[in-house]
Structures are given as C-alpha cells and as structure tokens.
C-alpha cells in the first residue's frame, strides 16, 4: 500500500470513531445528558487524534531516515558502457546526491511539517542547500529551522549553519555574531570547545587574525581534555 493510501485510510479511520460517538448521541439523545456526551466525543476524539498524530510521526521518520540516507549516498561515477543504469543508492555527483537530498527534506517539510522529522528536515534541507552553493536560499532555511525547532538541539544546531552560511558567503562579520553567542551560552545544547573552533576559523574569514589566535587559544586553555586541542594548537601555531 502507497504512504499516501495509508495517510488517507488513517484519516478516515479517526473520522470513523467520531460520526460513530456522534452516531450514539443521536440515537440516544433523551436518555444521555449533554455534558457526558460531549466528554465522551472529546476523549474519543483525542484519543484518535493522539493515534493519528503518532502515526503521522512514524511515517515522518520513515521519510527522513529515507532522506538521510540519500544525503550520505555513495558517489560513483556514471558508467560508461553503453546501456548501464546508475548503481541504485548511489550517485555520479555530490551535485545530484545533493539535489536528491533537497527535494527528499522538502517533502518531508512539505507534508509533516509540524512534527520532529519536519523539523529536522528543516535543518537538513537547508544544509543540503549550502552543499550547492546556494547560500542565501541555505541562510533563509536555517532561519525557518531556528524557529520552527525553539527548545530542540536543532535550534542552535541551525543558528550555527546559518553563521556558516554567512561566513561562506563573505558575511563573516554576521557570522562571527552569530558564533560569539553560541560560545557564550556554556549551558547550551553545543560543546562550547566546538563552536569556539568555528569562531576561530570565522574570525580568520573576517581577516581577524589577533581575534582568531585567542580563541584558539582559548579552546588550549579552557578545555585541556578537548578533541579539538590539537587543532587548536596546530591553528596557533599557523598563525605565529
């Protein structure tokens, strides 16, 4: 059965259980008092809606797991003999994966927009889109996912690819805003040693280079333990 046969006989199902609440009330309209009845069409009603709304989730996840396997394809070169069909899961270009991916997440978008595989599709999509090179497109979608994903990792997850996007697209100054921020919040859902990372590298796009020497050294020195600590001292070094 096709996901949107399915959609469809779900919807029908909740409408089911309601006309047959509403059936009995008819049916029983003297004997009943009005107020049992209507609690028992809003506890059946939300009953169905809960259900409907958690199978719309799962179907959602489906999708974007569908999705993200796409956005991390294999890349294999088109064959060459005449006849040959592109392997199945993989693709020439990180061009086509890319635009498979966005049209993937935009579906995702498009039809659950309100649950958390839309939301994650939110940032995906717009990370897809910076992969092209379409960084005002890509900086408007991490925008939308900022909003739409307020109190989940993928709010500030999607602030920092939209500072990515604005240093890619010669905005580092907003960027490096953007990034300070982040690092400021040590309570946040973000390894600060990371964003601090990403502030550096900003800070050098920006031409910044004094700026950019302290928060490498920054992450040497308040985080000793940190994965990036080698890096960080690489960086330093680079910069004399």
């Known amino acids: 059965m ?16 309601v006309a047959r609440v509403t059936e009995v009330v008819a049916t029983h309209r003297d004997r009943l008092v009005l107020g049992a009845i209507l609690v028992a069409v809003l506890i059946v009603a939300g009953a169905g809606y809960s259900w409907f709304q958690g199978r719309k989730s799962d179907q959602g996840g489906a999708l974007l797991g569908a999705a993200m396997t796409t956005y991390d394809a294999p890349i294999v070169p088109a064959p060459t003999v005449p006849g040959a069909t592109q392997q199945v899961g993989t693709y020439p270009t990180q061009t086509a994966r890319a635009e498979a991916a966005v049209a993937a997440f935009q579906k995702i978008i498009d ?3 309100s649950t958390g595989a839309g939301v994650a599709a939110r940032y995906h999509h717009a990370a897809a889109l910076m992969t092209l090179g379409r960084f005002a497109v890509a900086e408007k979608g991490f925008q939308a996912a900022v909003e739409a994903a307020s109190g989940t990792i993928f709010e500030p997850m999607a602030k920092m690819g939209q500072a990515e ?3 890619a697209s010669g905005q580092a100054d ?5 990034f300070e921020a982040l690092a400021a919040d040590r309570d946040g859902m973000l390894p600060v040693d990371g964003v601090l990372m990403q502030l550096g590298r900003a800070f050098e796009k920006a031409g910044k280079q004094a700026e950019a020497r302290t928060t490498y050294k920054r992450v040497v020195d308040e985080f000793p333990d940190s994965q990036y600590v080698a890096q960080a001292r690489q960086d330093l070094v680079r910069l004399g």
Do not use: M
């Not at 096709?2 to 259980?17: D, S």
């Not at 907003?174 to 953007?178: D, E, N, R």
């Open 165 to 167: 996007v604005l240093v």
């Open 174 to 178: 907003k960027g490096v805003a953007i």
């Open 111 to 113: 039809t659950y927009p």
């Open 2 to 17: 096709k996901a949107g046969e399915r959609h469809h006989l779900k919807t029908n199902e909740f409408a089911i259980r």
